[in-house]
C-alpha cells in the first residue's frame, strides 16, 4: 500500500485537530437566515448620506470644499482702487483752464495766463491764475503757494495750502477787451478811483466858488456843535424811506389831470436833486472839516477854505487808491482791506454830519421861508415886507422954527 506525500499526512492531520478541538461541531444545531425589512425613512436617510458622500467625493476631486448653508446673495467685488497718475514738471496754459483730477500729482507748477484754474488733487509746487478763477475742492492739497490776480480765489471746506495766499480783485469788464487785460486790474481800479478824485475836487471846487458864505458857515457851525450836525444828518438818512412813500403818493395823486403831471415830474426832480445836493455839498464840507485838522500839520498858518476842502478830499479818496496798492503786496493784503473801511466809514461819517450841518444852517437862517414868501401869489417877486417894529409908535414931528418964520 502506498503512503501518502508527507505534506499532504500533515496537512490531514491539521485539519482534523482543528474539527475535533472546535465545541461547536458537536453541538451545532441547523440555524435559519431571517431578512427584516427596512423602513423608507431610513432608506431615505441612506439615500441622502450616499448623495452627500459621493458630492464630497466629487468636491475634493476638483480640490474644493463643499459646505451646507443657506442660499445668500452674491456679494459684489469690491471695485479696483484708482490708480495715483503722475505729472512731473510745471503745467502752463495761456487762455485755457487747468483742472487737476484727484488721482492725478502734479510734481511741479500749475500755472494759467487768462484762464480758470480747478485743483482736486495735489500739486507739489505753486498753483497760480492770472486773470482767472483758482478753485480748491475738497480734498485738494497745494504744498506751494496759491496766487490768484485778477479772480476770485475759492476754497472748500478740506483743502489745504501749504504757503501763501496771494489775491488781487478783478476790475469788472476788464476781460471785455482781452484776458490779459484782467492781470492789470488792480491798475484799472487805481485809475478808476483817481478818476473818482478828481471828479470830486472839481465838485468841491465849484461849490467853494458858488457858494463859499453858506459852506463856511456850515464848517464853524461843524465846530461849535458837531453832535446835532451828525443827528439832524442821520434823520435826513432816516427819513428817506418814509419819504419816498409819501413822494409816491403825491405824485400819483397828481397824475390824475393832466395838469397835475408837469407839476408831479417837477416835485420828483426836486425831490431827487434836494437829497443828491445834499449829499455832494454834505461831502463837501465833510472835506473841509478834515483839511483844517490835517492842514497845519504839515503846513504853517490857517488853510483857507479852498486849501481846507481840497486836503480833506485828497486824503479821504488817497486811503482808497492806496488800499488798492497793498491788495497786491503779498501777506498785506489785509491792511488794503483796513484802509478800505476807514475810507467809506470816513466818507458816510463826514458827509453825515456836513449834510446835517448844512440843513440846520439853512434853517437857522429861515432859508426856506425867505423862498416860500418870495414865492407866494401877490407878493410880486420881491423881498417879504419888513415888520414893525415893536413898541409904542413916535408922534410926527411938527414944523421946525425955521419954517415957522418963513
Known amino acids: ?62 480640490g474644493a470644499v463643499v459646505v451646507d448653508a443657506p442660499d445668500t446673495p452674491d456679494t459684489p467685488e469690491p471695485p479696483d482702487e484708482p490708480r495715483t497718475r503722475s505729472t512731473s514738471g510745471d503745467v502752463v496754459r495761456f487762455g485755457s483752464d487747468v483742472t487737476v483730477e484727484r488721482d492725478q500729482v502734479v510734481d511741479g507748477d500749475v500755472v494759467s495766463f487768462g484762464g480758470d ?60 477787451f482781452f484776458p490779459m ?73 397828481l397824475c390824475i389831470t393832466i395838469i397835475g403831471i408837469p407839476l408831479a415830474a417837477a416835485v420828483g426832480l426836486a425831490y431827487c436833486a434836494f437829497f443828491v445836493v445834499a449829499a455832494m455839498w454834505g461831502t463837501v464840507v465833510g472835506y473841509g472839516i478834515l483839511g483844517h485838522r490835517l492842514y497845519p500839520k504839515f503846513r504853517t498858518g490857517e488853510a483857507t477854505l479852498m486849501q481846507a476842502v481840497l486836503w ?3 486824503a479821504l479818496h488817497g486811503l482808497r487808491i492806496a488800499s488798492d496798492l497793498f491788495h497786491v503786496v503779498p501777506v498785506f493784503g489785509f491792511v488794503g ?17 456836513g449834510a446835517g450841518a448844512l440843513v440846520r444852517g439853512e434853517y437857522d437862517r429861515r432859508s426856506l421861508q425867505t423862498w416860500w414868501g418870495r414865492m407866494r401869489p401877490g407878493s410880486g417877486g420881491g423881498a417879504p415886507p419888513d415888520m414893525p417894529p415893536s413898541g409904542p409908535v413916535p408922534p410926527p414931528a411938527g414944523p421946525s422954527s425955521a419954517e415957522v418964520i418963513s
Open 1 to 62: 500500500m502506498r503512503r501518502l506525500p508527507e505534506r499532504l499526512q500533515t496537512g490531514l492531520l491539521a485539519l482534523l485537530a482543528m474539527l475535533l478541538a472546535s465545541p461547536w461541531v458537536a453541538m451545532a444545531e441547523p440555524r435559519t437566515m431571517r431578512f427584516r425589512p427596512v423602513p423608507a425613512e431610513s432608506v431615505a436617510a441612506i439615500d441622502a448620506r450616499d448623495r452627500a458622500v459621493a458630492a464630497a467625493d466629487s468636491a475634493a476631486a476638483v
Open 312 to 314: 480833506g478830499g485828497i
Open 117 to 176: 484754474v480747478e485743483v482736486k488733487g495735489q500739486v507739489k509746487g505753486n498753483v497760480s491764475a492770472m486773470g482767472g478763477d483758482l478753485t480748491l475742492v475738497e480734498g485738494a492739497r497745494v504744498d506751494g503757494d496759491v496766487v490768484c490776480i485778477g479772480g476770485t480765489l475759492r476754497e472748500e471746506t478740506g483743502s489745504t495750502v501749504g504757503g501763501q495766499r496771494v489775491t488781487a480783485p478783478r476790475t469788472p469788464g476788464a476781460k471785455i
Open 337 to 353: 482791506g483796513i484802509l478800505t473801511a476807514f475810507h467809506f466809514i470816513g466818507l458816510w461819517v463826514l458827509g453825515t454830519i
Open 181 to 253: 487785460l484782467a492781470v492789470v486790474g488792480t491798475g484799472f481800479q487805481m485809475v478808476a478811483h483817481a478818476m473818482g478824485l478828481l471828479l470830486m475836487l472839481a465838485i468841491a471846487w465849484l461849490i467853494v466858488k458858488l457858494a463859499p458864505g453858506r459852506t463856511q458857515h456850515a464848517i464853524d457851525f461843524i465846530h461849535r456843535d458837531p453832535g446835532s450836525s451828525f443827528v439832524v444828518g442821520l434823520l435826513m438818512w432816516a427819513l428817506l424811506i418814509p419819504s419816498v412813500i409819501a413822494l409816491a403818493l403825491v405824485v400819483a395823486l
